[in-house]
């Protein structure tokens, strides 16, 4: 292909959302367009943005509580290897006495995995750092300080109720990263996503799935072997190997820390005001996801090549006045690209033609895509294509849509997949790898495949390797023939 071919073919350009990518005026999606790529769209990758916008959630008090809570909690054992010990010598008969997971601001999400893992932990922890805080030595302060922060039950309950948010946040991204994926697959998911939670923390029926598991621990006060009880004097505690640890719950006052010990009355009140805060929470990060992904006719366009589209279409007529504005944003921003042709779209795709046309194994058009047996499955827009695009027939009597499928079918979801590779050349430590020059994208190449000198196929990249050395003397002897027969024969022998 020529150059320009190249360039009409790029289709897409996936960028975090730095302004030196994605900025309006000099990013380099901008440039690319401009210069190189006039038809290329540059998508702000959906994993960086659905990730900042989770990052709203942490300008609340209680979140940064928590955070703060996992931090210290790991801090205070992950540097000393005699606490780990003690650690894991309490923990025996409580819980599993797993080491403590740090939160790193750079991986998507990654708040979840500490907390899961701090609350499964939970009470070998507090009664190990409870000890610890009444031994003499220079760990009592630190360990004092964090069974202050570990006797929070407001903090606690964040930390119980929080989780179904995370999760249902993990799982978009883990979407949002997946490699058989589709643009608007996501925006689905994404959507899906917003209502879930919303349901999950809604004023009526919130807080009252089977996703509250932890929750429901913790409002089980007072039942045999539950995480708290209320002790003789009717005070909130954490009981742990027949100790009670007393809860309380922080207010300030001119400027004052004042901790109060909890009863029953005031502990459903607390139960409330977590709730109350924990729908503050929700609201707040839907509506920032919503406006972090502001309506897009052209990605929506896209739907015509998606099964959800076609499956819905069955029972509505969506192939009239929607198909047509689909078509039309498509045609209107792709159409003079040579990558679909000078042909308009919307003559071509004739909705009374996929509704009569008559397809592979002599179905209608409707019937081949019950190939899909659920399309809101992830990989169901790469098996339907897979499947009609063994269809000489579709292909030559609606070879625009075909065009049009395979155009939707570049656009990616962003850049992590490929910075993901680029990071993987870390395994290569040492001061000489800036030197790999050439040999730089083939250790990419054998890294990513998972090959090692027991599994790398030497036979087949032998055969391949001698093909191509073949090929390359037969180019060099047919050039030093074309060469001779251009020369004179009066000068054959004056050449060198």
């Not at 309006?24 to 901008?30: K, M």
């Not at 997971?101 to 009470?123: A, C, H, M, Q």
């Not at 990249?461 to 073949?470: G, H, P, R």
Request: hydrophobic residues 40%; aromatic residues 10%.
């Amino acid at each position: 292909m020529s150059i320009s071919d190249i360039n009409q073919k790029i289709v897409c350009i996936g960028v975090d959302g730095c302004s030196v990518m994605h900025g309006l005026r000099n990013g380099l999606c901008v440039q690319l367009q401009q210069n190189y790529t006039p038809y290329a769209l540059g998508i702000h990758c959906m994993s960086h943005r659905t990730n900042l916008a989770f990052k709203i959630v942490s300008e609340f008090v209680f979140v940064q509580k928590v955070e703060d809570l996992v931090h210290q909690a790991y801090a205070f054992f992950s540097k000393s290897p005699k606490r780990i010990k003690e650690f894991k010598c309490f923990s025996d008969g409580i819980s599993k006495g797993r080491k403590l997971k740090k939160n790193i601001d750079t991986r998507w999400i990654s708040l979840i995995g500490p907390v899961e893992r701090l609350f499964e932990e939970y009470k070998s922890v507090i009664g190990v750092v409870n000890i610890m805080s009444l031994s003499k030595g220079i760990q009592k302060g630190k360990a004092h300080t964090l069974l202050q922060m570990l006797s929070d039950v407001e903090t606690l309950l964040y930390l119980g109720g929080m989780l179904p948010l995370l999760r249902e946040m993990n799982n978009l991204i883990k979407v949002s990263q997946s490699r058989d994926i589709y643009v608007m697959e996501y925006a689905v998911a994404r959507k899906l996503t917003c209502m879930r939670l919303e349901t999950l923390y809604s004023e009526t029926s919130g807080f009252d799935s089977q996703e509250f598991i932890e929750w429901e621990l913790l409002l089980q006060v007072g039942v045999e072997d539950s995480f708290l009880q209320y002790n003789k004097k009717g005070w909130l505690c954490i009981f742990v190997k027949d100790k009670q640890i007393p809860l309380y719950v922080s207010r300030k006052s001119q400027g004052v820390c004042i901790r109060k010990k909890v009863n029953q009355t005031f502990f459903s009140i607390l139960v409330d005001s977590v709730k109350q805060g924990l729908r503050s929470i929700c609201n707040k990060l839907t509506s920032e996801i919503r406006e972090r992904f502001p309506r897009d006719e052209l990605l929506e366009a896209m739907a015509i090549v998606h099964p959800l589209y076609w499956n819905h279409a069955k029972d509505k007529s969506l192939l009239t006045n929607d198909f047509k504005s689909k078509v039309q944003v498509l045609s209107d921003h792709f159409g003079k690209n040579a990558y679909l042709g000078d042909r308009i779209l919307e003559g071509v795709i004739n909705p009374n033609l996929l509704k009569k046309q008559s397809g592979i194994f002599g179905q209608t058009m409707w019937e081949q895509f019950d190939f899909v047996k659920d399309p809101s499955n992830s990989g169901a827009m790469t098996k339907l294509w897979k499947k009609l695009d063994i269809s000489p027939f579709l292909k030559e009597s609606m070879s625009e849509y075909f065009k049009v499928a395979n155009l939707c079918l570049t656009m990616i979801l962003g850049s992590v997949e490929d910075e993901r590779l680029w990071s993987s050349l870390t395994f290569i430590r040492n001061a000489t790898r800036n030197r790999l020059n050439k040999n730089l994208d083939t250790c990419l190449r054998l890294f990513v495949s998972k090959s090692d000198l027991e599994t790398f196929p030497f036979e087949e990249a032998y055969v391949i390797w001698k093909s191509q050395c073949q090929r390359r003397s037969e180019c060099v002897v047919s050039g030093e023939r074309k060469h001779m027969e251009d020369v004179e024969p009066s000068n054959i022998f004056q050449m060198d």
